[in-house]
């Protein structure tokens, strides 16, 4: 009798450890679940490609100012300054990317 009682409560025990358990990996493969993990992991690649981007653009304006300097040229900008947005060449509204641009292009091919 007692040996069927801990057979019983064995069983019991394994089966509710079971069910644990495979509860607990149906809700890690929920669609919610998923999507969770999927953006932690790109924004730990948002973060790891802005520091590449940083470190390409501190790289790139060493470099710049290493040339000038080497070939007597007055240094355009200042390292860290932050790019202004528009035409190179001066031209009036944004350049293509910005809001000013993209109303101007819009404008474009409404018109023609």
């Not at 069927?4 to 019991?12: A, D, I, N, P, V």
């Not at 300054?81 to 060449?89: I, L, N, T, Y």
């Amino acid at each position: 009798m007692i040996r069927r009682l801990f057979y019983f409560l064995t069983g019991l025990a394994v089966g509710a450890y079971a069910v644990h358990r495979l509860n607990r990996t149906a809700r890690a493969w929920s669609p919610e679940q998923i999507a969770g993990r999927i953006e932690r992991r790109m924004a730990g690649y948002r973060s790891a490609v802005r520091e590449l981007g940083a470190d390409v653009h501190s790289a790139m304006e060493h470099r710049e100012a290493e040339l000038q300097e080497q070939h007597g040229l007055a240094p355009t900008s200042t390292p860290g300054d932050v790019p202004r947005r528009g035409w190179a060449d001066g031209r009036e509204g944004g350049a293509p990317g910005t809001p000013e641009g993209t109303q101007r292009r819009r404008r474009h091919i409404t018109a023609g």
